[in-house]
């Protein structure tokens, strides 16, 4: 197997536009992006799926600038927490300097976090291997409890993650292989079709979510990029720029890199975090904007590392990514490493020429694509939108009644959204429920309802006491924490 | 209903046979009842180019996937019987409790031709006290329910294997209970990290970790010794009458002609000996085993004879 | 907020209704040997966890103004036209219905129509260069 196929090489350079694309224009999101992706990537083979879909991951972070750039708009919530610092610069300098602003720093920031993802999941893999079902059980428990703690409302967030993880129990039971809830219905004996309940929650939802806020007034007017000395500012302007704020480029990368790592916090966090930390320093608006994006883009290589190393999900992009590579037949983990060494290899250098050269060459050409697709009304990409995800909803298993289910879920994953629930737990129950139940009734069975066992094992204890510090340090950081981040309640990846 | 299938399955005869003799004149529809990339999938597309290229029409393999196979199995067996459906079944139709959860079993399909079979091996860890499946099975007779094993779901095609080779040495169910896993892979993590004893899986799946020197075969559940280990003792000579293996046969609906399938079963003979596919298949660790329609027929019956035998004597409820 | 209390009602309400459906349908399931909880466990504890937090949610909203904004009957109609696509998928064939739904999404999205029958188009265009000439999806 070749380290990066022609074929693979295209579809990350044609993953990474389309991600900054959909990244960049304000109400397209990243997990829009996937799921409307993903029933065409698994058409063709794990190796170019995986490539188009690091392209998507690493440059849609990085993407969201544009759109504070253009519009004062982030376009993902990774860039809301310097959008107005970034779009002051835009203004008072040029939205080309804004830009080079932006994808340097973005550039080194994924570089720093790559060069931990290396490092730190080949160490977690070492230590994974001598994981058992127990270990794996307090693993997963901290990943859920993780993700429900670091949402606004721990209510919603319960809520939320049951229903998925409800959703996920449809099917063969994993203990006695008795199908669950199936309700006579052969099509739901291997239970829900992740990708179909993706493309529900995260297509349909969206469109019906604009079918709602119909009314709503049109967007706001784009910047427009003027065409003189672009490439001076661009690279030029801005690489000097960055060469002066080399400390705070590494310390913010660090920084992002960590709080990627941390199951539940992602790029958002990272980003409000790091920006926050300068603004707090009083700290000019470029220098703001840089080490938020800097951390933001840090952060994606972060959550890559519990989800390569121990199928950990970091984020709901993580979360989403893990589903696919169960989709593709790939288990994260150990098991990766030790059977696909070589797509281990080529993820890797996928994020490695995502990061450094397609976000700087690639972003201003994703800038000018952006403008003018700004012009298109929403209203009729969200018609587009709508007509995909029903193909793609079929594509995927050719199942005329997985259409019944796309408008279930969607219509679920509708009034969750509404009612301001994060989707990105229901993704995570989906994912991480199913994991919860096989390693708990495994460990059961082989040691017959004793449930010590679950402390028996020096590292399985260990990861028990993980779990308790984490819950009680969250509770105890919550209240203050929250309101000095001003997180937005309606937590949107 | 039967004699109004038969009616029906008369008229499509009798106006089939001017059709049958030029059969195919469009394309055919090869539908794989699980998802893109498993050992079914590329199988189907390896040899889906090789069989067009005889039959001088298109063979589209399609996907449909969902309901553990329970979808695409339907597919085969609803499909038109005029030849233009067909199908790769694999080992689920003669599993008890899939037939009983899905309503599908072996008898609604026409076999055109057994492609793969890929043989279950016993397989426990380097440092396990047995050196020969004898002393295995002394022990578990010995200290029935001590031991555990794993290797799929439970009910899965490998939890049979168990099953069969439980019944065949007169132990019951739970001599050796059955710890579920999430596939080989996962089985094999479990026995190298100490959860269970004993795997059943097949013999590509394992031969990574054997070679490595971290597991051991004790057995093979097939006819003949297994040409890449030859040391390997297949558990018929020893004297315990047990073979098992997954399959993967290509199909058509019920009521399929005859001499369609003739003409499939002569095209998918020469398919598989296809010098690329050979190869492909040695890469993928599957083990082509050709068997013609009426083989292929018995096959499955005695198959399926075997499996309602296991449920009876061992008095399983799923 | 008015309108956010909507939802979240709905949401709790929903989460108490499958909660109870979760705990009522995991009795009739399977146990395990020994008499211990099997397939049931985790839907039991799943439909307790749904049935609380959908109460916990329905008391801390008790009070909160809740009403509806007038875009409800739009999205009711695109959910039950939703529920058509298998039926028009047999009908007219993948690429076509993509860009009926497309047109009509768009429609109901307030485009002009001239402008839903381009998006229509567009898409339908789309998903037959893409899946099924390039993927060879059939439809």
Known sequence: MSFLSPEALLALILGSLYGAI???????????AISLAIPILLFLGPQVALAALIGITATAIFAGDIGSVLVRMPGTPASAAYTEELHEVAKKRSPAFALGLSALPSAIGSLIGLGFLVVGSLGLVALARQFSSF???????????????????????ALAFGLGMLLATIGYDPALGHPRFTFGQPSLLGGIDFIVALIAFFGVSEVLHHLLHKNRPAQAQTEGLKGRGIFREYFQEAGKFCWKERGSLVRSSVLGTFVGFLPGAGSDIAAWISSNLRRMQGGRPEQVALDGTTANNAAVAGAWIPAMALGLPGDTLTAILLGMFLALGITPGPELFNKHGALVVQIYLAFFLASVILMPLGGYLSALIVNALLKIPMRVLMGAVLGLCVVGAYAVNNNPFDLYLLAVLGALGFVLRQGGFPLGLVVLGMVLGPLLEQHFMVSMIKTHW??????????????????????????????????????????RA | MKRWMFALALVLALGGLGLAQRYPVRPVTLIVP?????????????????????LGAPFQVVNRTGGGGAVGHGAIAQGRPDGYTIGIITLEVILPPWVAQTKIDAEQFTPISLLVLNPVAIVVRKDAPWRTVQELIADIKQNPGRYKASGTAKWGSYDFARLGFLKSIGARENA???????????????????GVNVAFVSIGEASALVKSGEARFLAFMTERRFPSFPEVPTLKELGIDWTFASFLMAAAPKFTLPSVVDVLDKAFAKAVQDPEFVRFMNNANLVINHLDRKASLAFLQERTRAMQQIVQELELRF | MGTMQVWERTAALL?????????????????????????????????????LSGLGLWWQGRRAPARLQGGEGRVLLALLGLALAPWLLGRLGLSPTAGLYAAAGALLLGVRPRGALLTGGGVALLVYLIFQRFLGVQG
């Open chain 2, 176 to 194: 050796l209970p059955w710890v579920p896993s999430q596939g080989a892979a996962a089985a094999l993590q479990e026995l190298i990290a100490g």
């Open chain 2, 34 to 54: 699980w998802s893109a990339g498993g050992s079914t999938d590329l199988t189907a597309r390896a040899l889906a180019p090789i069989l067009e290229k005889q």
């Open chain 1, 135 to 157: 270990e794996y059980f307090w693993l997963v428990l901290l990943g859920i409890l993780s993700g429900i703690l670091a949402v606004p409302s721990v209510l919603k967030g």
């Open chain 1, 22 to 32: 959909f990244g960049a224009i304000p109400g397209l999101t990243a997990t829009l």
């Open chain 3, 15 to 51: 989460a108490v209704v499958l909660g109870v459906l979760a705990l009522l349908l995991s009795r009739g399931l399977p146990q395990m040997e020994g008499g211990y909880p099997g397939p049931a466990l985790f839907p039991s504890i799943l439909g307790t966890v749904l049935l």
């Open chain 1, 450 to 491: 004793n449930l010590l066992s679950f402390f028996e094992r020096p590292l399985a204890l260990l990861l028990a006491f993980l779990n308790v510090v984490m819950v009680v340090a969250v509770l105890g950081f919550r209240r203050g924490w929250w309101a000095s981040l001003r997180l937005p309640a309606e937590e």
